[in-house]
């Protein structure tokens, strides 16, 4: 059974930073995608960032250039390194997974069945 357990969420100043970590256990994929969503207060979930098993990323136009995405395949560990944070990046952030056969990267929300259960991050002004 596919598990995701994100961590280190928190509250932060604008301007802070934050690195939340995802330990995923339970799959047998050799090509796979994980990545990140978040749902702001009030908001529909939204895809954040993305990574494949080779590497390869998409990162949405709201936090590119501030949110890196990243891995440790040795960890089973997926990453999400958040700078510059600013008060519309308040969200509870989720981790998903999904086996990837290769072509487009899937980010929308009905593409993924396995997400953990979410780690809170507060930007206050």
């Known amino acids: 059974q596919v598990q995701l357990v994100e961590s280190g969420g928190g509250s932060v100043q604008a301007g802070g930073s934050l690195r939340l970590s995802c330990a995923a256990s339970?799959?047998?994929?050799?090509?796979?995608?994980m990545g990140w969503f978040r749902q702001p207060p009030g908001k529909e979930r939204e895809g954040v960032a993305f990574?494949?098993?080779?590497?390869?990323?998409e990162i949405a136009d709201s936090v590119k250039g501030r949110f890196t995405i990243g891995q440790d395949k040795a960890e089973n560990t997926l990453y999400l390194q958040m700078n510059s944070l600013k008060p519309e990046d308040t969200a509870m952030y989720y981790c998903?997974?999904?086996?990837?056969?290769?072509?487009?990267?899937?980010?929308?929300?009905?593409?993924?069945?396995?997400w953990g259960q979410g780690t809170q991050v507060t930007v206050s002004s």
């Open positions: 339970g799959y047998t994929w050799s090509s796979y995608i």
């Open positions: 998903v997974a999904r086996p990837w056969s290769g072509g487009l990267l899937y980010t929308a929300t009905y593409w993924y069945n396995y």
């Open positions: 990574i494949t098993s080779t590497g390869r990323t």
